[in-house]
Structures are given as structure tokens and as C-alpha cells.
């Protein structure tokens, strides 16, 4: 895949999750593809990932989600099948799309990546847990949660992040040695 080709994936990635993300998606939005995309390449930057590794994160990074524009119900299999059926026409090989399937599937929770692209998505993905916007992100996701659990109280998603938190691990070595004392700050201001 050449930069040509990225540059091409990326306008029309964007464009179609602002034609076609529902407005009810507070959380999973194409605001949020873009900072897991700024994320995914900083984090790749210090783990001295470049080259064709770094554009092939750049598009799983920016496919993600892209099965929200359906459903969100295995959101990441319908992922896939959108990046199989539109990425011929990008130059992809087979072999690239299935490592970009393979770092989409990666950001499925639980988490289990099973190489380094798929870890540097993965903690793309879920960064905002140790950073100071995670109370804002966090009333996003609840919002958007809400839409499909209209009952679900502020009280029930406070324990349901508690579990999440103490529960996640980040799988690089710059978020593990970086971001992991943020996200158990967090964790104590829920607590």
C-alpha cells in the first residue's frame, strides 16, 4: 500500500462516517476515530513501528469502527466485512487486509491482540482511561449507552467503569509504563 493509497482510505473513511454514523453515537463517533488515529500513531511512534506497518494501523485504526455505521452488535466482525468488501479497490493485499481485520478484531473487549500492531490499537482504543478527559469521554460513552439502555443509571455505569478499569491492562510497554498510573488515578476519583 503507497501513501497515495492511505491518503484515498482516509477521505473517504472520514466521509462516510459523517454521512452515515447515527447522531445517537455520542461516544463512537468520527471525533472519536480520529483521536484513537492520533493515538494509535504516537503510541506506534515510541514502539518504533513506520513504514507499511504504520499505514496498515493508520487504516484499522480508522476502519475500527466503521461497523457502527450498521449496527452495534459485533461491531468489529461487520467491520471486517466492509474492509473486505470495499479494499480491493485500494490496492490492499489479502495479506494486509486480514492484519488490518486482525487489528480491528484486537479492540473487541476483552482485549486480546496478539502481536504488536494489535497492541498498539488496542491501547489506542481504550487511552482515554489515563488521561484528564477520561470523566468527559466517559459521560459520552454513557450517553451513547443510554440509547440502548434507557434504565441504565449514572450509580449502575459508575460500577460497571470500576470493574472495567480494574480489569484492563495496557499491552505496550510505553502505555504500561506511561499510562498506567493515570488510569488507577482515575479509578480512585470513581472509587
Known amino acids: 500500500m503507497t501513501d497515495k493509497d492511505l491518503n484515498r482510505i482516509h477521505k473517504d473513511i472520514v466521509s462516510l462516517l459523517e454521512e452515515k454514523l447515527p447522531d445517537y453515537l455520542t461516544y463512537h463517533s468520527l471525533k472519536h476515530t480520529l483521536y484513537v488515529l492520533n493515538r494509535a500513531v504516537y503510541i506506534a511512534g515510541k514502539e518504533g513501528v513506520s513504514g507499511n506497518d504504520l499505514r496498515l494501523l493508520k487504516v484499522a485504526t480508522l476502519c475500527h469502527d466503521i461497523g457502527f455505521i450498521e449496527t452495534?452488535?459485533?461491531h468489529e466482525e461487520i467491520s471486517c466485512k466492509i474492509v473486505r468488501k470495499y479494499f480491493?479497490?485500494?490496492n490492499l493485499t489479502e495479506d494486509e487486509?486480514?492484519?488490518v481485520c486482525g487489528m480491528i478484531m484486537a479492540t473487541r473487549i476483552p482485549q486480546e491482540p496478539k502481536n504488536?500492531?494489535?497492541e498498539i490499537i488496542a491501547d489506542a482504543d481504550l487511552e482515554y482511561l489515563s488521561t484528564n478527559k477520561f470523566e468527559s469521554v466517559s459521560d459520552?460513552?454513557?450517553t451513547e449507552l443510554k440509547h440502548y439502555s434507557p434504565k441504565l443509571t449514572k450509580?449502575?455505569?459508575?460500577?460497571?467503569q470500576i470493574k472495567f478499569i480494574q480489569n484492563h491492562k495496557y499491552f505496550t510497554k510505553y502505555c504500561r509504563?506511561?499510562?498506567e498510573h493515570?488510569?488507577?488515578k482515575n479509578l480512585n476519583t470513581l472509587l
Open 116 to 118: 504488536l500492531l494489535e
Open 182 to 184: 493515570r488510569k488507577i
Open 177 to 179: 509504563h506511561y499510562k
Open 72 to 74: 452495534h452488535v459485533n
Open 88 to 90: 480491493k479497490s485500494y
Open 97 to 99: 487486509v486480514d492484519t
Open 140 to 142: 459520552k460513552l454513557f
Open 155 to 160: 450509580q449502575e455505569w459508575d460500577k460497571i
